[in-house]
Structure formats: structure tokens, C-alpha cells
């Protein structure tokens, strides 16, 4: 060594720094790399893509190559940084040289490769992945008896080095974080539609249903002159038929098989209950995606849901089902109007999924369905308009009720 000239020493010190600022960088990008998106690139037969998933096929392979080169070359730098600090000065030259070599390695061989490769994986982890895999073949013996050794420790402590590979795997609720989180990404309607059918599974008929109280239908009780007077005014084409109450429903008629009789002089409601096609009942706790399925396989698209007891609690129809994937179908007032100020006036009678999808909030949604039966159940009252109540976290004020219901809530914004 003492025939090598200092220059040299110093030119292969440097090349020694900016391998190892190689095998840093490399391994932050191949392990923060996105695997999602990396399968993407396979299918799209992207070179570089289909080495890198090899490689990450076998992580405990890589990192023992990665942490077998850097380690050497880290030792092996800070041996010629010792050699040439006695060349130059001498025993007493060696910590000054060693503490720069740190700092030297600190700032160009760890935190700025590591923070390259958090910024630009792809391209450090594809560049690096045609490196790898030869060497991986070269030191395979090694690396090999390394990860064996490795494993050897780590079942000494109850691990199982071989099952905990890591799997690319995500749960429900972590995949709405990422979408949650992609607005960037997509567009709002997108992000929104992935959101709504990711909920389809937690989601029950129950949660979307017309309730009783607010379905229109047929009276057979009622004259046939007040019939054919609602026939002819309905917004709906599809109305239950039933006899004083919707507990006693018979059937439903579709308005185009109907509208053609009622001009007829023999029209009576005879003729309406020979329209009739059979109810169809739904179970409350059906969730949304099963109602889904079912109705496209029974070329359905109206429902009743109804309890354990058979009792009618509500209409769902398969627009409320597609409105919860696409959102509203016809443009309204909307139930949940965000103030300047960031508060939030609230038509009681909203969902508690819907104003949790609007406003990101964690009401619970395993009671009451709407917001007016959420605060009924919290306060044990119907309280008078004026009465603020921290709700779940949240400050809110009742505006406006009838007698037996909440109408309008408005939500403080947090301090």
C-alpha cells in the first residue's frame, strides 16, 4: 500500500463513498418502492419492473446482499481512511481523519441517497435491480450462509424467519385510507365512487330504505276516483299496493300497464289488482351488495325490507342502491350545506353514513341510521330548538323540530 500514491488512495476512497451511497439508496427505493404500482409495470412488461419484483420476491436474499456490500465497503473505507491519515500525518491523524470520513459518509453516502430513493424509488430500484440480480448469483454461497446463520438467531427469540414473508396485502379500512388519501391521484367524483363501494359490504338495505312512514302507495281502501287522481299525478312509475296500512302490501303495479285502463268505463280496482306483479321482500339486515346481486339476478328492481317479525319497515329500490355507488341521480337540496364559517347546517333526517362520508367524521352508525334518531337516543328527549349538545365530540345546536321529530341541526365548526 505504501507504494500506492495518495491520489489513488484518495480516487478509490471516493469510488468506495459512492458505492456505498449505491447500496443505501437502492435499499430505501426498493423497499419503499410501490408494489401496486410495480405490478402495474410487470403486466406492461416494463424490463426493469419484472427484475425488481424478482428480487422482491425474496426480500431476506436482497437485504443480506445489500448489508453484505455496504458493510464491507464501510469497513473498507474507514481502513484506507486510516492508511492514508498515518500517511499524511501520522498516528495522531487517524480520529480527526475517521470523525471527517463519518460525517463525509453521513452526509453523501446515507442521508442523501436514503432520501433520493424515498423521492425517486423507481428509478433508483430499477437501476439497481440490474446490478443485484448478478451479484445475488455471484454471492449466492454467501449470502446463503449469512440468511441461514440469520434465521438460526431470530428462531431463538420464537420467530419463524421463513413464514413472515411480507405480504401486499390490505384490509378493507386500509384501502379506504389510501383512497381517502389519493386526491392527488383521481378525480373527486372517482375517489368518492371507490369510497361508496368499499361501504357496500358494512352497509345494510336498512341503511338507505324510503322509510314506511315516507312511501307512497296505493290504498285499495281509498275511492277509485282518488286512485286514478294519484295514478295520474305519481313521480313514480313503480307503487306499492296494499289495504289501510303497508303491513297488508299485495303487490306492485307498474305504472305503464295501468295508465293505458284508466280511461276505460269498465275500469275499477278489479283491474288494478290484475296488474299487480308479486312484492318482493328484503331482510333489514341485507347488506347492500347482496341486494345488489339479487336484484339483478331476479331482474328486480323494487323491494320491501321488513324485520324478524315480517313487518314493513321500508322501500328500497335499486336507484337508491346505484345512487350509493354514483351519489345523487337527480340534483336536489342537498341535506348537508357547509357554512363559510366551516360549520354545517344538517337536515335531520340525513343518514349517519351519508353525513360521515361528507364530512369525515366517526358517528356511529350501529344504532339510529339517521342523525334526528342518533341525538333522540343520546338525550333521551326531543329537545327544544336552541339546546346545544356535544354530540360524539362534535358541538351542535338544535335549529328546528316538529313535535315528534328533529328537522334541522347545525354543527359547530372545531376549535
Partial sequence: MNDISLNI???????????????????????????????????????????????????????????????????????????????????????????????????????????????????????SSWVYIPLLKIFYPVVWAINIISSLLLRIFGINGTSHRTIDSLNKDEL??????????????????????????????????????????????????????????SPHTRLPVYKKNIDRVIGFLHLRTILSQISDPDFDKHSITNSLSKPFFIPASTSIHKQMQIFKAEKL??????????????????????????????????????????????????????????TQWELPTEGPKTLNGLIIEYMETIPEPGTSVKLHGHVMEIIKRDENTIKLVKFNPKR
Avoid: C, W
Fill in 9 to 127: 488512495l484518495f480516487g478509490i476512497l471516493a469510488a468506495l463513498l459512492i458505492i456505498s451511497a449505491f447500496f443505501s439508496g437502492s435499499e430505501t427505493a426498493l423497499m419503499t418502492l410501490n408494489r401496486y404500482r410495480l405490478q402495474h409495470l410487470v403486466k406492461k412488461n416494463h424490463k426493469g419492473a419484472i427484475k425488481t419484483l424478482k428480487l422482491l420476491k425474496k426480500p431476506d436474499r436482497l437485504i443480506g446482499l445489500i448489508l453484505l456490500g455496504n458493510n464491507f465497503v464501510n469497513i473498507l473505507a474507514s481502513s484506507l481512511t486510516t492508511l492514508i491519515a498515518i500517511r499524511i500525518g501520522g498516528d495522531n491523524a487517524i480520529a480527526p481523519a475517521i470523525a471527517l470520513l463519518t460525517i463525509g459518509m453521513l452526509i453523501f453516502s446515507e442521508v442523501t441517497p436514503k432520501t433520493l430513493g424515498a423521492l425517486r424509488p423507481e428509478f433508483l430500484a430499477f437501476l
Fill in 176 to 233: 379506504k385510507s389510501i383512497v381517502s388519501e389519493a386526491n392527488h391521484l383521481m378525480p373527486a367524483r372517482y375517489q368518492n365512487m371507490l369510497l361508496s363501494i368499499l361501504d357496500l359490504e358494512s352497509a345494510s338495505v336498512a341503511d338507505i330504505m324510503t322509510h314506511r312512514n315516507d312511501i307512497i302507495g296505493i290504498d285499495l281502501e281509498d275511492s277509485i276516483e282518488d286512485i286514478v287522481k294519484q295514478l295520474q299525478n
Fill in 301 to 358: 328492481r323494487t323491494g320491501l325490507v321488513v324485520d324478524e317479525y315480517g313487518d314493513v319497515l321500508g322501500l328500497v329500490t335499486l336507484d337508491d342502491l346505484l345512487q350509493e355507488i354514483v351519489g345523487e341521480l337527480i340534483l336536489e337540496e342537498p341535506d348537508i350545506k357547509m357554512q363559510k364559517d366551516g360549520s354545517y347546517l344538517v337536515d335531520a333526517s340525513v343518514t349517519i353514513r351519508e353525513l360521515n362520508r361528507v
